[in-house]
């Protein structure tokens, strides 16, 4: 029972904050669910390899410095102005991939400019599709 308890309040407090930070993306269903502090997931149905370059594409589109591109591990390191960017591209079936967006600004998390980032890629794997 206190398992069950546990398990809503969590959930309770990903809605709550996705929705103080204004995740549009969350609360219209598109794939975006929140994962911790300060990362949010994309889940899409497509390649890896279109996942990773609408994610290569976002990055230049915001003029972000990309610091780190290590395709074998699946992770993308790059900033833009005071924010500090990771994500993380991975294959989650064999027909879809995980996006995972984390942006720092000072240490602090920004799940705003997280949101902005996982539904530019969204739309560029939509395009690309």
Known sequence: MMII?????GFIAIFF????????AFLAGAGTIGMGMDTLRLERCTDYDTAWNATIETLH?????????????????????????????????QESVIVDVSVRKKGLPNLKFADKIVEQINVKIRQKN
Not at 5 to 9: E, Y
Not at 81 to 90: E, G, T, W
């Open 5 to 9: 308890k546990r398990f809503t309040l």
């Open 61 to 93: 589109d915001l003029s972000a410095s990309i610091e780190l591109e290590d395709k074998t591990n699946n992770q993308i390191q790059a900033s833009v102005s005071d924010y500090k960017i990771r994500i993380l591209v991975q294959q989650s079936t």
């Open 17 to 24: 904050l996705a929705f103080m930070s204004g995740c549009s």
